[in-house]
């Protein structure tokens, strides 16, 4: 058929037949065989994460996370044999409010840490997630730009998806594996205040909270502290930068001493012109010193293992609970009860709990 185009009425165009174009996709490509991956044993992930290999160290990190019984097999396994090369780093938990720069911070610190005490760094983030894609919306790797290219540096992002206590003990897991794999320093770093900080404060030696001048989050989180940082502290909002220490440095006061002994410090600085960052991380080596030389270091993380401890219990017992077949078909009927206003709470309950323990006399 004729283009419209090469008609009378338009002498000035003229439309060529086109060629046919090869396909875009290689026409060989599905008679290739294809190779399938190899997959790694226990003692392979063991071998490969000793050796500070980091690709064999992010599947683990992978098999750690994933919620399939047979990779959680496999996972418990490799972190067992990893225990005896695991438990000599610095673990440091950094939380602070939406905002107060605590990506830009890590980066800051990471490269000051790693150039003034050498060794190698792990930084661990819990991340909130997308309802779309269960997948980390924060991107804290491409906000760390130099310490994301920096050859001893590992960064793993972890997506909360909707349940912040089963990550919480996933990054302690990989905790273990950095640790094995000769990472020496640890940064875990929060989705921002309230659970998250309760839950990293639990697998940390040193709490650092990041805070910022006015953000009428003053007291939130300062009692797990271990050391208060003011960020942004340059140009014309220092002078409110050194306000804002005073006050958290008499807010300090209303609570209970710390267990350690230790009376937390209120520094300032500025992450985005590195001022500051020596002070903040000298301050964090002199608590580890103290900490270790009056004993507290040993019991706290003596402290934390037991607490993980009956954490792993009650996350097990709740997915037991819930994954019981016959729990699974009373539950509805029994909320609806509830809701119609024909049972209590309670009652459902204890209806539902002696259910599931008569199941397991069976």
């Not at 989180?221 to 005073?246: P, Y």
């Amino acid at each position: 058929m004729e283009h419209p185009e090469n008609n009378e009425a338009y002498k000035g165009l003229v439309v060529n037949a086109g060629i046919e174009q090869p396909s875009s996709v290689n026409p060989y490509l599905n008679n290739r065989p294809r190779r399938k991956k190899r997959e790694l044993s226990v003692s392979d992930y063991v071998e490969g994460i000793v050796k500070g290999d980091v690709t064999v160290l992010s599947q683990a990190v992978t098999l750690v996370e994933s919620v399939k019984p047979e990779h959680q097999a496999v996972a418990q396994e490799v972190i067992e044999k990893c225990l005896p090369y695991s438990g000599n780093s610095v673990r440091v938990g950094i939380s602070g409010v939406p905002g107060a720069g605590k990506s830009t911070s890590i980066d800051v610190f990471g490269l000051h840490v790693l150039e003034e005490h050498g060794g190698k760094l792990a930084v661990l983030a819990i991340d909130p997630s997308s309802e779309r894609s269960k997948g980390s919306i924060l991107g804290d790797k491409t906000r760390m730009e130099k310490l994301s290219v920096h050859p001893k540096s590992f960064i793993r992002p972890s997506p909360s998806a909707g349940s912040l206590g089963g990550v919480a003990r996933k990054t302690r897991e990989t905790i273990v594996l950095c640790e094995a794999a000769g990472f020496d320093k640890i940064f875990v770093e929060t989705v921002g205040v309230g659970q998250s900080e309760t839950a990293v404060h639990s697998m940390v030696d040193f709490f650092l909270l990041i805070q910022l001048a006015g953000t009428g989050d003053e007291l939130q989180g300062m009692e797990m502290a271990d050391g208060i940082v003011i960020n942004k502290a340059d140009g014309d909002n220092l002078e409110r930068a050194r306000l804002a220490a005073t006050q958290f440095r008499n807010a300090l006061h209303l609570f209970p001493a710390p267990e350690s002994g230790w009376t937390p410090q209120v520094l300032t600085y500025s992450g985005f012109y590195n001022l500051g960052v020596k002070e903040v991380w000298d301050m964090v080596y002199k608590y580890i010193d103290f900490v270790k030389d009056n004993g507290y270091f040993e019991y706290r993380r003596n402290e934390q293992s037991k607490y993980w401890m009956y954490e792993t219990i009650n996350e097990q017992l709740r997915d037991s609970f819930y994954h019981n077949p016959q729990i699974e078909a009373m539950l509805t009927g029994k909320e609806k009860q509830v809701l119609q206003g024909n049972l209590t709470s309670f009652v459902a309950a204890k209806n539902l709990l002696d259910t599931y323990f008569a199941e397991l006399k069976k």
